[in-house]
């Protein structure tokens, strides 16, 4: 069994930055990544950033020069820098956990963009 804390989603003006921070706790070994998705009502799941065990760092297209990732796999934790943020960035954003065992995934924070 894997929980997550997450926390640092809420409402933002176009153009201005939210840190959204995760850490998992509970049953976990042998992480492959640990990372961020987001998800938009009537749409898929979509990869926004991850650390992968290695720690190379993956940051989708969809944030290329405006999110950054940073954390600590050994410590189950992540964090999600996002700047300039666009309307469009509005979303529900879950951190994920993928690891020997299965991939688990935190409740999701709301993230809003909008003046």
Known sequence: ?????????????P?????LSCEASGTIQSIYHMGWYRQVPGKERELVAVIMNSGTKVVANLGKDRFSISGDIAGHTVSLQMNNLKPDDTAIYFCKLSM???E????GTQVTVSS
């Open 1 to 13: 069994q894997v929980e997550f804390v997450e926390s640092g989603g809420g409402l933002v003006q």
């Open 15 to 19: 153009g201005g930055s939210l840190r």
């Open 100 to 102: 020997v065992g299965g």
């Open 104 to 107: 688990f995934w935190g409740q």
